[in-house]
């Protein structure tokens, strides 16, 4: 037994899918089903998604690849008190 499905999509949307889909040979139903069914066989979604992270953020993560990598010489601590005593040492210069 087949279901039906419906979704709301802004006309421009579906005209460019429609036509994206028409030039692979397939109609946009056959397209949603053939995501569907990779859907299940991913077990979630069949392509990665990501949010973009602020510029803050992915400076410090480039930051750790460079450290990583041995682009960056990072110091060292014995401790975890040797840390923090340095960093409040810092605070207090502030």
Not at 26 to 48: C, E, H, I, K, Y
Not at 74 to 80: H, P, W
């Amino acid at each position: 037994m087949t279901k039906v499905l419906q979704v709301r999509l802004d006309s421009e949307t579906k005209a460019a899918a429609d036509r994206l889909y028409a030039d692979l040979g397939l109609d946009t139903s056959t397209a949603v089903r053939m995501f569907l069914q990779a859907s299940l066989q991913a077990n979630g979604l069949p392509f990665a998604v990501k949010r973009a992270f602020n510029p803050e953020t992915e400076a410090a993560l480039q930051e750790a690849r460079d450290i990583a990598a041995g682009k960056i010489k990072a110091k060292g601590y014995k401790s975890v008190e040797e840390m923090f005593a340095e960093l409040d040492a810092e605070i207090v210069k502030e």
